[in-house]
């Protein structure tokens, strides 16, 4: 046969077998599947894989040796409402009006119009639209509804999640059964206070209407308006805030009224590893969000052999059960063969509350570390600083840390990269994908980050050349002798936060506890805040004018819109699970 012959046919013969060996386009892109595990208040060292020796959390450390641990993780808020608007976005909470200007920093029920905005991009939207099946599972507290009970406007149906099953506001101490209020931990006085107010008020129409200032039909009217309102206030406790805000929901249907702990925690199991089943079964990439209610207060075991089991009390016992939980999941993927093509991201919303008690007055809240303050601190880390664990075989270095400063909102553009989606313009949020690959020697992608509790810019972090700095405009005024005020510190002057006519600097890369401020007198702090305070600047320059989601008219709490099953009773039980042993 001819030589060039030969070799047409030697190729002819060959062709296949490169076809067969080399990578296709679709294959070299596959889109990875994403397994988001999310805390309720866990503290950064509540976890042993960052140096916690006396809880045990054998599967949460897993995640930890099997990839990267992220050792300067930020949230971008304090609390829970306006941090999970950022972790979905990318961008600071104050970009969409989740940030709250009075006291209240979270929604309080599930009747109120409040909630992340319908028109914002969330990663679950663009994972919905890449062909990726999702689903969020646990808590939410990014609203419900708009202008009636069946619009589900805020619901995670209508931001890119195809299945939920979960809370959608969050669990409240209220909800126990055991006396416990939230409302009274934060106002201790409250049942004196409104019976004082009522009979300092029935005094004075009292009064008013013996020296005949007040007729006598407008006062028998104020009088029984007074004894109505202080009625009111007084079932908001006990009524409104544990009977109708403690619901389950699967999809949008109300399931469960009110919450029972009883297998609680494997049932948000058992709907994760079905979620994973079915999205086998349709042979499509999948999101999942396990958004856990644990360990936020009320405390609560329901897996048998968690309760008493830690050294910590009930605390421990509740990180302990957590820890079953994510392992459960990190089994049912190595079950189904899945482990190698999903990215799993492990962290919590916020710092830990280290004021918060039980009825007993046991701890009931998260360990920080080293770092000060609590929840609702946005100025000290106690409050941002989380944990933050990646596994992506094959794309992170196993056992890898990264020092580098990051935030939450850097995981919607790096989600967005893996998929092989664009990255939008107009966030905050910057993309990690470098830095967990080569976690040791790659640098933070941001220049700077803004520290906000509610509307106030509490602090500026600047990853400068002499490493991190911090500026404080304001400090949390704590209790004496501790590190928290009562329940929480509040985001105002006067309310729980003490502002600094000279801001403070530290030098986080030296002095990471904040315990010694650079002198303002000093030529290191006249060179380095002028820079910083240019950088605040320019970023309050970029934000716009948005409605926001906190102000009283949206927060309130609208009967129109509560959501009550077996009405009036508002009492229902989810029997999905009753058959199935604990």
């Known amino acids: 046969?001819?030589?060039?012959?030969?070799?047409?046919?030697?190729?002819?013969?060959?062709?296949?077998?490169?076809?067969?060996?080399?990578?296709?386009?679709?294959?070299?892109?596959?889109?990875?599947?994403?397994?988001?595990?999310?805390?309720?208040?866990?503290?950064?060292?509540?976890i042993g894989a960052n140096g916690n020796t006396t809880i045990r959390t054998p599967n949460v450390d897993r995640i930890a040796k099997e990839g990267v641990r992220l050792?300067?993780?930020?949230?971008?808020?304090?609390?829970?409402?306006?941090?999970?608007?950022?972790?979905?976005?990318?961008?600071?909470p104050i970009r969409m009006g989740m940030v709250p200007s009075i006291q209240m920093q979270v929604f309080p029920f599930t009747a109120s119009q409040a909630g992340l905005p319908t028109?914002?991009?969330?990663?679950?939207?663009?994972?919905?639209?890449?062909?990726?099946?999702?689903?969020?599972?646990?808590?939410w507290h990014l609203g419900a509804h708009c202008s009636n009970s069946k619009d589900f406007c805020h619901h995670p149906n209508n931001h890119g999640f195809d299945y939920f099953y979960g809370c959608l506001l969050t669990l409240l101490k209220d909800f126990s059964g055991l006396g416990e209020s939230v409302l009274h931990s934060r106002f201790p006085h409250y049942y004196r206070n409104i019976s004082l107010t009522l009979l300092a008020t029935l005094a004075s129409l009292g009064v008013g209407y013996k020296i005949g200032i007040l007729p006598r039909k407008l006062c028998i009217f104020l009088a029984l308006l007074g004894v109505l309102v202080t009625g009111f206030l007084f079932c908001l406790p006990d009524y409104l805030v544990r009977t109708v805000n403690s619901q389950l929901h699967r999809q949008t249907e109300l399931v469960e009224q009110p919450i029972r702990f009883e297998k609680l925690t494997q049932r948000l199991v058992w709907e994760g590893e079905e979620f994973l089943d079915k999205a086998v079964d349709e042979g499509k990439p999948f999101l999942l969000f396990m958004s856990f209610l644990q360990v936020h207060s009320p405390l609560y075991n329901s897996v048998p052999g968690y309760r008493g089991r830690s050294?910590?009390?009930?605390?421990?016992?509740?990180?302990?059960?957590?820890?079953?939980?994510?392992?459960?999941?990190?089994?049912?993927?190595?079950?189904?063969?899945?482990?190698?093509?999903?990215?799993?991201?492990?962290?919590?919303?916020?710092?830990?509350?280290?004021e918060e008690t039980t009825h007993t007055g046991e701890r009931a809240g998260g360990h920080n570390g080293i770092y000060r303050g609590s929840k609702c601190q946005g100025a000290v880390d106690g409050g941002i600083r989380v944990p933050g664990l990646l596994r992506w075989p094959g794309v992170i270095p196993a056992g890898s840390q990264s020092n580098a400063l990051t935030s939450?909102?850097?995981?919607?553009?790096?989600?967005?990269?893996?998929?092989?989606?664009?990255?939008?313009?107009?966030?905050?949020?910057?993309?990690?994908?470098?830095?967990?690959?080569?976690?040791?020697?790659?640098?933070?992608?941001?220049?700077?980050?803004?520290?906000?509790?509610?509307t106030l810019l509490h602090a500026v972090r600047w990853n400068s050349p002499e490493g991190v700095l911090k500026l404080r405009h304001y400090s949390p005024n704590w209790l004496p002798g501790t590190e928290g005020c009562r329940y929480i510190c509040g985001?105002?002057?006067?309310?729980?936060?003490?502002?600094?006519?000279?801001?403070?600097?530290?030098?986080?890369?030296?002095d990471e506890r904040e315990t010694a401020i650079v002198p303002a007198d000093s030529e290191r702090y006249r060179r380095l805040v002028p820079q910083i305070l240019e950088a605040e600047r320019r970023h309050q320059a970029s934000l716009s004018s948005v409605p926001s989601q906190f102000t009283?008219?949206?927060?309130?709490?609208?009967?129109?819109?509560?959501?009550c099953c077996n009405f009036p009773?508002?009492?229902?039980?989810?029997?999905?699970?009753?058959?199935?042993?604990?």
């Open 71 to 92: 050792s300067h993780h930020l949230t971008a808020a304090p609390v829970c409402t306006p941090s999970r608007s950022a972790l979905l976005t990318g961008k600071y």
């Open 311 to 354: 050294a910590h009390g009930w605390y421990g016992d509740n990180i302990e059960e957590m820890d079953w939980s994510v392992g459960q999941i990190l089994d049912a993927l190595d079950k189904r063969g899945l482990s190698d093509d999903t990215i799993v991201y492990f962290s919590s919303d916020n710092g830990g509350h280290i």
């Open 1 to 46: 046969m001819p030589p060039i012959k030969l070799a047409i046919v030697t190729l002819l013969l060959l062709l296949p077998s490169l076809v067969v060996s080399s990578p296709t386009e679709k294959a070299t892109k596959k889109q990875p599947n994403i397994l988001i595990l999310l805390v309720d208040d866990l503290g950064f060292g509540d």
């Open 119 to 139: 028109n914002e991009t969330t990663f679950a939207k663009v994972a919905q639209r890449s062909g990726y099946r999702t689903g969020l599972i646990g808590k």
């Open 408 to 454: 939450q909102m850097d995981i919607f553009p790096t989600l967005l990269e893996a998929m092989g989606q664009p990255v939008p313009s107009g966030i905050d949020g910057r993309s990690i994908t470098k830095l967990l690959r080569q976690p040791q020697s790659t640098k933070s992608p941001h220049d700077f980050l803004f520290q906000y509790c509610g």
């Open 552 to 563: 009283f008219a949206k927060l309130m709490w609208r009967p129109w819109l509560q959501d």
């Open 491 to 510: 985001c105002m002057e006067g309310l729980g936060s003490v502002r600094h006519s000279v801001p403070l600097l530290y030098d986080l890369s030296a």
């Open 569 to 582: 009773l508002c009492n229902c039980r989810d029997t999905k699970y009753d058959s199935r042993p604990a």
